[in-house]
């Protein structure tokens, strides 16, 4: 069964550029969520999607937007970047929302500069 | 106050050591307990996964939840270098305002050398 998958691995922008990071959850996955992880903050809650609906959302300003496909698959924007972006962003997907086990994807690193 | 509290170390233990992770919690809202082990530069793999008081056993890896005290631990016994690895303890609620959200500790940096 293959795992959560995201596209791309690596990528480098340049402030002031937006950029949209995909996932793919594990089959059968209804609930995606994403993750920015950094250094200093450690891994912190971004927004989770379930049905194609943001069902929960913890504290980014809006320039973090996302988005959940019929087929489960998800996308994160960032728009305006700034270099505090860069991070490693982290899709995850459980079976169902309140509940249950979640697994993590690779991550996409994004560099800001 | 960080909701959930983890000493990042580092640790670093020779191998076969009984290895001790640990993380305390503030919120009694949060019902189902986590342990990550994340390598350098991927994702976090997940190892353990409860939801009630006492301990849960998976190979060399037991993990321990004491709801009343907050605490939750990760044991890993015959420790190997290829344990060498950050730990993160990840904790989520019940309802609404905690779907698709787990709240981690800071993580705890191993080193298990042969």
């Known amino acids: 069964k293959a795992g959560v998958t995201q596209t791309p691995r690596y990528l480098i922008k340049t402030r002031g550029q937006q950029v949209t990071l995909s996932c793919s959850p594990i089959?059968?996955?209804?609930?995606v969520s994403w993750y920015q992880q950094t250094p200093g903050q450690g891994l912190q809650f971004l927004f989770e999607y379930f049905s194609e609906t943001q069902r929960n959302k913890g504290n980014f300003p809006g320039r973090f937007s996302g988005r959940q496909f019929s087929n489960s698959r998800s996308e994160m924007n960032v728009s305006t970047l700034e270099l505090g972006d860069s991070a490693l962003y982290l899709c995850a997907s459980s079976a169902t929302e309140g509940e249950g086990t979640i697994y993590f994807g690779e991550g996409s690193w994004l560099t800001v500069v | 106050q960080k909701e959930v509290e983890q000493d990042p170390g580092p640790l670093s233990v020779p191998e076969g050591a009984i290895v001790s992770l640990n993380c305390t919690y503030s919120?009694?809202?949060?019902?189902?307990f986590m342990w990550y082990r994340q390598y350098s530069r991927k994702g976090p793999e997940l190892l353990m996964y409860?939801?009630?008081?006492g301990n849960k056993e998976d190979g060399r890896f037991t993990a321990q939840v004491d709801k009343s005290s907050k605490y939750i631990s990760l044991f890993i016994r015959d420790s190997q270098p290829s344990d060498s690895a950050t730990y993160l303890c990840a904790i989520r609620g019940a309802g609404g305002t905690s779907y698709g959200k787990l709240t981690f500790g800071q993580g705890t940096i191993l080193t298990v050398h042969p």
């Open positions: 089959s059968g996955h209804r609930s």
């Open positions: 409860t939801y009630s008081s």
């Open positions: 919120n009694s809202a949060f019902q189902y």
